[in-house]
Nanobody, 125 residues
Framework: QVQLVDSGGGLVQAGGSLRLSCAAS????????MGWFRQAPGKEREFVAA???????DYADSVKGRFTISRDNARNTVYLQMNNLKPEDTAVYYC???????????????????WGQGTQVTVSS
């Protein structure tokens, strides 16, 4: 099991940027698929981005071209750089991890075993 701590959320105006961090402990991340999900009030948790153990990435259509997921295995940390933020990006953002037996990436939250506590992102118009 890996312990995850999310940080970096905050209040930003539309068009602004934020970088979320997910610091891991207990295991090294290079063997894990790392994902970011978000949940807005009254809505289901949705996939945002993921990064495979081989470096492949996947993004939800709504964030493609604006968000970038990356990892620093030496720091055991995953990042989500969010640019050109929109009010509809407002949500609690969660990082998630699952041990990877292959280079495939899942967009399904149920596929991920370990979760961070979440960090609030609010984008004002």
């Amino acid at each position: 099991q890996v312990q995850l701590v999310d940080s970096g959320g905050g209040l930003v105006q539309a068009g602004g940027s934020l970088r979320l961090s997910c610091a891991a402990s207990g295991r090294t991340l290079h063997l894990y698929v790392m994902g970011w999900f978000r949940q807005a009030p009254g809505k289901e948790r949705e996939f945002v981005a993921a990064n495979s153990r081989s470096g492949g990435t996947d993004y939800a259509d709504s964030v493609k071209g604006r968000f970038t997921i990356s990892r620093d295995n030496a720091r055991n940390t995953v990042y989500l750089q969010m640019n050109n933020l929109k009010p509809e990006d407002t949500a609690v953002y969660y990082c998630a991890a699952v041990f990877a037996y292959s280079s495939s990436i899942s967009r399904t939250s149920a596929s991920y075993r370990d979760w961070g506590q979440g960090t609030q992102v609010t984008v004002s118009s």
